[in-house]
């Protein structure tokens, strides 16, 4: 198994700025997925953190709005740039050992104003 | 399109009774289906993984039946407690492309004393 820690786990933001998530891992994993969540919705992907490479994006989620480090094996940054309300949701990281289970962050609680 | 649909967005159970709960898929070929439970504020948790080959896999209460030609996943959960109350989400693997996880939009289960 894996535990993941996520910070910060909320923050109330002004629209414009621009927030960067960490997640760190506490052993190396193969994969990490970024997912926002909606309230009282499922999860989207956002994109997968390729280590040493750019991330991969889903449809409808851009580098420029959202752009994601993975230096190495246990950590990851997710940002949200130029937020808008639009963006205020819940941000989770997830990893995995590949086709297996996912293990995930507690999440970001994010509001914009 | 692709979808993955969970019948019911809310499932109201005594407790004691056994809960099921559905996972539908369109346009997907996953080669694995796996199941999570969320709680409020918290991200989600594995809690049982079933391959295109199999049919049931089970664990303590839990019970699942994946069957492709049905594009359908059924999860049980027997003897249910009010501990057992939390938002459920079935999840995909796609047979290629990256080991990311796709969701479902979740039910949510109340199980009444």
């Known amino acids: 198994s894996a535990v993941i820690s996520q910070k910060p786990s909320r923050d109330i933001c002004q629209r414009g700025t621009s927030l960067t998530i960490q997640c760190q891992v506490d052993?190396?994993?193969?994969?990490m997925f970024w997912y926002r969540q909606q309230p009282g919705q499922s999860l989207t992907l956002i994109a997968t953190?390729?280590?040493?490479?750019?991330?991969?994006?889903e449809s409808g989620f851009v580098i420029d709005k959202f752009p994601i480090s993975r230096p190495n094996l246990t950590f990851s940054t997710l940002t949200v740039s130029n937020m808008s309300p639009e963006d205020s949701s819940i941000y989770l990281c997830?990893?995995?050992?590949?086709?297996?289970?996912?293990?995930f962050g507690q999440g970001t609680r994010l509001t914009v104003v | 399109s692709q979808k993955i649909e969970q019948n019911s967005e809310a499932l109201n159970i005594q407790e004691g009774k056994t809960a099921t709960l559905t996972c539908n898929y369109t346009?997907?070929?996953?080669?694995?289906l796996q199941w999570y439970r969320q709680d409020p504020g918290r991200g989600p948790v594995f809690l049982l993984l079933?391959?295109?080959?199999?049919k049931e896999k089970r664990k303590e209460r839990l019970k699942v039946t994946f069957d492709t030609t049905l594009k359908q996943s059924l999860f049980h959960i027997t003897a249910s407690q009010p501990a057992d109350s939390a938002t459920y989400l079935c999840?995909?693997?796609?047979?290629?492309?990256?080991?990311?996880?796709?969701f479902g939009t979740g039910t949510r289960l109340t199980v009444i004393p």
């Open positions: 953190a390729n280590q040493g490479s750019e991330a991969t994006y």
């Open positions: 052993s190396q994993v193969t994969m």
């Open positions: 346009n997907y070929s996953p080669a694995y």
């Open positions: 997830s990893a995995s050992q590949g086709k297996y289970e996912a293990f």
């Open positions: 999840a995909l693997h796609l047979q290629t492309g990256a080991n990311n996880l796709f």
């Open positions: 079933i391959r295109e080959n199999e």
